[in-house]
């Protein structure tokens, strides 16, 4: 090798691993940004973001023409009726702009708070099942009419709390780790004793932190939603476990790696 070739050398291999480098670190970003957890989290975003903006709509439009309260509210008559939408858009209207950023307000925080657990699919189900709770219960208790989200927001958060505190350990080591294993089922009881203790104030049929001249708030939404919420977190714990007990019994099923078939 000549002496210029020998000088050069060094440099031509530099440059190639700068470049492989680039090319590495470039496809570690693609990776990363493309890793379940953050697809899950951004999708998870759509349906509460997706329901406060709807409601934040709702919220102006009645403020400026109460004529959307004679179409949107649940009204028991006007469901007798067979306006049966009413069943749906009653929970994304709102008496005033203070109930509208309490009921808005505590979703977003609750979507926040089990953005991990709740996955938009998980969030249908959960306001699906919020929505028929609630509208059982005031039909069942002849209420006459309502209007408001907290019903599902009770939903929501019954649903995470019991999916934390029934956490199943193959699946929360999976996918979180064992160290928070134990730590998501003390939330779990901390936030589930928390809305139990909400619920038995609120048995005075009146919300205990709203001032009752304001609006009359009907309790009995909050309970039948954190019912349904319980079903829900119920069922979202038991699919899990016979998930991770299916995977787990699969992969005690397959041979080691490396190993080959004789």
């Not at 440099?11 to 899950?40: C, G, H, I, K, Y």
């Not at 979202?236 to 019994?249: H, Q």
Request: aromatic share 8%; proline share 2%; net charge positive.
């Amino acid at each position: 090798m000549t002496p210029e070739r020998r000088r050069k050398a060094p440099f031509s291999f530099m440059l190639r691993d700068v470049v492989r480098v680039r090319r590495r670190s470039a496809s570690t970003q693609m990776e990363s940004s493309n890793s379940p957890r953050r697809t899950a989290s951004a999708s998870a975003a759509v349906v509460p973001i997706s329901i406060a903006i709807v409601a934040v709509l709702l919220a102006g439009a009645s403020s400026i023409d109460a004529r959307w309260h004679d179409i949107l509210d649940y009204r028991r008559v006007a469901v007798a009726a067979g306006q049966w939408w009413r069943l749906v858009t009653a929970h994304l209207m709102h008496l005033s702009a203070a109930h509208a950023l309490l009921d808005i307000g505590g979703l977003l925080l609750v979507a926040w708070i089990f953005a991990s657990e709740l996955g938009w699919r998980t969030q249908v189900m959960v306001s699906l099942a919020g929505i028929v709770f609630v509208d059982a219960a005031l039909w069942g208790l002849r209420i006459d009419r309502y209007v408001g989200l907290s019903g599902v927001l009770h939903a929501w958060f019954a649903a995470g709390s019991v999916t934390w505190l029934l956490a199943s350990r193959s699946d929360s080591v999976r996918r979180h780790g064992r160290d928070r294993v134990m730590q998501k089922r003390l939330w779990g009881a901390v936030l589930s004793l928390g809305l139990l203790a909400k619920l038995a104030l609120e048995l005075r049929d009146r919300a205990f932190w709203l001032d009752g001249d304001a609006f009359s708030v009907v309790t009995a939404a909050h309970r039948w939603g954190a019912l349904a919420g319980v079903v829900s977190g119920l069922w979202i714990a038991a699919r899990r476990r016979l998930s991770a007990n299916g995977e787990d019994r699969a992969s005690r099923g397959r041979p080691p790696r490396g190993s080959r078939a004789r």
